[in-house]
């Protein structure tokens, strides 16, 4: 099984601890890909050298319309059984599994189904932002 975390923040704030216990834990979760939201440039090139991480961690720079609440700032928006605490990609997994049960469907063909849902709608729009 394999996921891809569509919108995550990596950065200092969000990983005071360094990336490596977070880039640990996705990939135990397996967690293949990362796509980081970053709030400027330099937000964004902090996310790309934290890169190395074990999967593929591409940064994208976007504004939160109406001055809402990211995930690093909301703890309260991470799955269940993990509410309360901060989000992170390896959390993922946990949300694949509720969308299997909701959906009654298997979670590896869920993963599948959404792993390839996200290469096709940020794949070509990725590489692009990122000079590819």
Known sequence: MVLVDAHCHIDQRTCPDGADPVSARARVASVSTVVAVASGREAAREMLEMGSMGFELTAVIGVH????????D??????VPLRGKRCEPAFVVHTARCLAETRQ????????????????????????????
Do not use: I, K, M
């Open 65 to 72: 319309p109406h001055q809402a609440a990211s995930t690093r």
């Open 74 to 79: 909301n703890p309260y928006l991470a799955p």
């Open 105 to 132: 469907r298997f979670e590896a063909v869920v993963a599948e189904t959404t792993t390839t849902d996200a290469y096709r709608g940020f794949r070509s729009r990725l590489a692009e932002a990122v000079g590819v």
